[in-house]
């Protein structure tokens, strides 16, 4: 029992001074025939024991750097600095709790200070929170905003939102009774202009959407603006922030967005890292954490969690979310990664990501019967198979290379899709791992 | 000798200015291959401009990250007594176990076939999670403790949409005492919210809330053991009222240390509830997150789980990405891919280092601990209830009354003794609470030099010596915060200085 410091004399001792004779004394109001079950799991493990059990669970996955890896769609494999995970281990960030006591507690509030900062350049708005569980809850969250400031309730998303972000927003909507509608997911299509009107809370947009494609914000945003209702823009590769055009300086509303390819690792999904970037004038209605520049008793500056009468502890059921623990030390990992980079670096990776997409679309339209569908994206786009693209994906994985995403895995069932396979690169793509895939692809269409 | 130095710094306190103030416009931490000039396929969406970001260069950023760590108080430096967050040890073998490459670089839509052992694990750490709350199903995808309320009631929504009373079902009856989550939760559900009030011994008071059961109540959301620290004795009682009207019961599942091992909320009646990996099961709560709240589901809600879902077939194990099979009345999905992995592994790393007979001890001796402190407290301090806790003691400011120190003065000047505050203000039933939760995690020594700091502050308040603790902490990194100028003129990010701002200061 490595975690438990008690020794059986300690017990006694502090029984007695408890005044009580066993230790079930102390738990007399729970039912008796509910205490102490008897319960089918094992007993207690050593540590090499603990680590046998769970490699030979890790040995039988694929991991990413085993071969040529081509997914994306919401997760990136991004090269993460060493220094990065040393930081996020230090003690005093990994075992402390939420900053309730910014006395002793500056060390979280200042990188979330750099973080908001950081994330609020990044997308070209006024104001960041200190982050959200994942992309697609920000995304819901940001939705039950616009909801809150437009008091209007339809919110209407783009064909090119991902799929998983598009049904958690549905899920949080219409359990209020709220209408959703999205515009048919199909490459490169721009039908979501005719559907909004003036009921319209948001627009959804996803940009690189989910099939790689990149969408003028700026058109959209003047549109639904004309209508009334706000833009939430989904950025679900951060990186590409490096590179693009930001949403905020094409005019939209709210930017949400899944931070895990700066500084995260893919871990099957999570933990990841939801950005939320606002404007200024809406700091009260937006959800989540927020860290704030003040200055303690002697004039010396500080940060302190604040505007918190938005939040669930303070405001129960008024609280504009229930949001309470969020993404810390994801967000610490995206901050001591961007602080690595910079600006400058970032765009790097972003270039040579984007070439890297390059490279892989010019090997792959050259093999007859793979169609490349983007006129632009920027390091992922789609390619329409002459064949089922799940079972070209398996196929492929069983020579040990991850293709990309097959459109069969987002929309289920979905006969349109069921030929598309959605392909991502990032500057750990190497041209070898570009050939494996041509050649793989050429002979299994 | 003066107090003042020339950098500012005060021997190991170093200041630390901000990223924008120190890093660079220049020079960069990483070191990247040349592009090779590709034409670009960004059509007009490519920026001109890099993001207006600094950089540090690796010792740069080593020097600023690990000066900024030294500022905060951890865990892993001494007792972290916050009730009902559970801030126990973290062990260090969970971190090594979620870095293997074959769960950290695994991609969340790669071929299942390529995923069985990660699939295999998290079916794994179902059953744990099942077997130890002995319920029939658990839900994996809710990302922390108020996702898993989430999820909980949108299961019981779901529920009642099946039974055709989502119009007359409404209401949810919440406890005073609960947290703020619940009710933030219900009505995020499109519920309305329902105050339960407590008795004098700070236990929901089942007469009162079955006067408040009818046909529009759609469920109770009681926290067990209570955020006051104590065990709902009436919990099978309020299980079968609730039920008897046509509702369910939500469980919070913040406090269920106390009880692992010990109690399963299936055998008390329990329609759903969320546990907090990052509590119970250890997983590090990384400064705000990230957190991780699977949700077990009594039979009764168990058709209307979230996707995804991890099930056996046979030696496979299938991930059911839709609305199909026993999972065609799920609620939907109420998140991108599968759940916070990385906490899966750790928290089931922990349950197999204490297995069935360590977890027990754990809930023995988080009550142990709780009850040890309490008794030696209450020396000088006034509990908020009579009697024996479970895993948290709950103390009020009566004890405080006319020495001119209130419960926050006092949390103040814990942390000039070397120790994080308790909870503070919080359950909001007991005037200035103080909740103290120890954990199992810390010795005997531990906690008696807790305890006697504590008593020694307490005489030193009612002795008068009013000066220890109004302007407290005197030795953290900073003295009090003004909370107020920060919400008043709110700065949530760097800004540029005007040229000529800075020399002019």
Known sequence: MRYLPLTDADRQAMLATVGVETIDDLFSDV???????????PDHKGEFEVERHLSAYAKKNHAAGDGPFFAGCGAYRHHVPATVDHIIQRSEFLTAYTPYQPEIAQGTLQYLF?????????????????SMYDGSTATAE?????????????VVMAGGLHPHYAEVVRTNEELIGDTVLQAPATPGAGAVLDMIDDETSCVIVQSPDVFGFLRDLEGITEKAHARGALVVAVVTEAVSLGLLKSPGSQGVDIVVGEGQSIGNALNFGGPYLGLFAARQKHIRHMPGRLCGETVDADGRRGFVLTLSTREQHIRRDKA????????????????VHMSLMGGKGLREVATLSHESACKTADALEAIDGVEVLNDTFFNEFTVRLPKNASQVV??????????????GRLWPGREETENLLIIAATELTQDSDIKALASALRAAV | MTNETFTGHKGLQLEVPLLFEEGSYEKAGVDLPQPSGTKSRLGDQGAEHAPHLPAFTEPQAMRHFVRLSQKNYAIDMGIFPLGSCTMKHNPRLNEKMARLPGFADLHPLAPEKTAQGALALIHELQDWLCELTGMPAVAMSPKAGAHGELCGMMAIRAAIVAKGEEKTRTRV?????AHGTNPATAVQCGFTVD???GTEDGRVDLEAMKAKLGDDVAAIMVTNPNTCGLFERDIRAMADAVHEAGGYFYCDGANFNAIVGKARPGDLGVDAMHINLHKTFSTPHGGGGPGSGPTVLSDALAPFAPIPAVVKEGETFRLIEQEEGDFADSFGRMVAFHGQMGMFVRALSYMLSHGADGLRKVGEDSVLNANYVRVRLAEEMTQGYPGPCMHEALFSDKWLKDTGVGTLDFAKAMIDEGFHPMTMYFPLVVSGAMLIEPTETESKASLDEFCDSLLGLAKAAKAGETERFKNAPYFAPRSRLDETKAARQPKLRWVEPE???????
């Open chain 1, 31 to 41: 039912p008796k025939d509910a205490l102490n079950p008897d319960l089918k799991l």
């Open chain 1, 114 to 130: 750099e973080f908001q900062s950081q994330v609020a350049e990044l997308t070209g708005m006024e104001v960041a929170n200190a």
């Open chain 1, 142 to 154: 940001a939705a039950l905003m616009a909801r809150r400031i437009t008091k209007r309730n339809k």
């Open chain 1, 320 to 335: 504009t979310s229930n949001i309470c623990t969020n993404s810390g030390l994801c967000a610490l990992a995206f901050t």
């Open chain 1, 394 to 407: 398996d196929s492929l994985a069983e020579q040990g290379i991850i293709a990309g995403v097959p459109g």
């Open chain 2, 173 to 177: 009856l919440v406890p005073e005492s």
């Open chain 2, 195 to 197: 105050k339960l009030p």
């Open chain 2, 499 to 505: 040229e000529g701002a800075m020399a002019a200061e």
